[in-house]
Nanobody, 123 residues
Framework: QFNFVESGGGVVQPGGSLRLSCEVS????????IGWFRQAPGKDSEGVACISKTDGTAYYVDYVKGRFTISRDIAKNTVYLQMDNLKPEDTAHYYCAADSTVSGILAARADYWGKGTLVTVSS
């Protein structure tokens, strides 16, 4: 059974930073691609970032490139999302997700995901 425990969400001012964490169980980070997608209130889900199961290559969607950094610690079964220079439009529930393809996560169509953590960017 795939389990995800996300943490690190909260309220931050524009320009601020947050670090999300996701500890997984039931599978290993070198067996599935792992990443994040988000859903803002009243909007469709959209992909954020993904890290390859094979070699740890990171992939980002255009609207977070240069601001967000995804990383993983295989020994801890944990994936991280460092979010810098946050903008009000980054406000959303962020979901940790796993899939057999990178595109599945970046398209917010992953096979498995957690319950999410809320990020609010507001002054």
């Amino acid at each position: 059974q795939f389990n995800f425990v996300e943490s690190g969400g909260g309220v931050v001012q524009p320009g601020g930073s947050l670090r999300l964490s996701c500890e997984v169980s039931g599978f290993s980070l070198d067996s599935y691609h792992i990443g994040w997608f988000r859903q803002a209130p009243g909007k469709d889900s959209e992909g954020v970032a993904c890290i390859s199961k094979t070699d740890g290559t990171a992939y980002y969607v255009d609207y977070v490139k240069g601001r967000f950094t995804i990383s993983r610690d295989i020994a801890k079964n944990t994936v991280y999302l460092q979010m810098d220079n946050l903008k009000p439009e980054d406000t959303a529930h962020y979901y940790c997700a796993a899939d057999s393809t990178v595109s599945g996560i970046l398209a917010a169509r992953a096979d498995y995901w957690g319950k999410g953590t809320l990020v609010t960017v507001s002054s």
